[in-house]
């Protein structure tokens, strides 16, 4: 079946514009999240989505970040203000409720100049 | 989230050698620890996992052992071939749900032929 799919794939932007980046989960798959990598870093966590429950946004790393998922299915990462910092790959995942395992999508790489 | 150490950064071995990659963890919560593969380019992929109800498991050439008591597992790989070199990343589980995931910084494996 389909796989976690992530669009645009690249996203080149100028400093202190918005971004919006889309993920489409595994269908049935009710947990999502997502995550950032850095050039040559591990991945570092942003939120999750579990159902109809409160996300979880414990690694949202500023204000200008948030992100919602509507009708339990796509969810969309936004970016307000971008700076330079926030260049790296968005890489969301899905996984089924009660099963640890999580599917990746391709990642979404922002250029932020 | 709590931290994930990994070590080593870099590993190079030759072709038939075993690899062996460890981590840590801080989080006593943490319950479920999965082994990512990335390969250059591509999105992580799930190549093991363990929960903590379990000290060992393997999977052909492949096994993770975990010790909850010293919050430490490791990954092993047997007969390493070529087309194992990748970066390779652990983590824990950190949310209450034990969704949510830590990761490491990932360790750059190189075998050579």
């Known amino acids: 079946g389909a796989g976690v799919s992530q669009s645009p794939s690249n996203k080149v932007t100028e400093k202190g514009k918005d971004v919006e980046l889309r993920c489409d989960p595994i269908?049935?798959?009710?947990?999502l999240y997502w995550y950032r990598q850095s050039l040559g870093q591990g991945l570092e966590f942003l939120i999750y989505?579990?159902?109809?429950?409160?996300?979880?946004k414990s690694g949202l790393p500023s204000d200008r970040f948030s992100a919602e998922r509507t009708g339990g299915s796509v969810s969309t990462l936004t970016i307000q203000r971008t700076q330079q910092e926030d260049s790296a790959v968005y890489l969301c995942?899905?996984?089924?409720?009660?099963?640890?395992?999580?599917?990746f999508g391709p990642g979404t790489r922002l250029t932020v100049t | 989230g709590e931290n994930v150490e990994q070590h080593p950064s870099t590993l190079s071995v030759q072709e038939g050698d075993s690899a062996v990659i460890k981590c840590t963890y801080s989080?006593?919560?943490?319950?479920?620890f999965p082994w990512y593969k990335q390969e250059l380019g591509k999105r992580p992929q799930l190549i093991i996992d363990?929960?903590?109800?379990?000290g060992e498991k393997k999977d052909q050439r492949i096994a993770v052992t975990l010790n909850k008591t010293a919050k430490h597992f490791s990954l092993h790989i047997t007969e390493t071939q070529p087309e194992d070199s990748a970066v390779y990343f652990c983590?824990?589980?950190?949310?209450?749900?034990?969704?949510?995931?830590?990761f490491g910084k990932g360790t750059s494996l190189l075998v050579t032929p």
């Open positions: 995942a899905s996984s089924l409720v009660g099963d640890n395992e999580q599917y």
């Open positions: 269908s049935g798959h009710t947990a």
């Open positions: 989505f579990q159902g109809n429950s409160a996300p979880d």
């Open positions: 989080d006593s919560a943490s319950n479920y």
């Open positions: 363990i929960r903590s109800n379990v």
């Open positions: 983590a824990a589980s950190f949310s209450p749900l034990g969704y949510a995931l830590n």
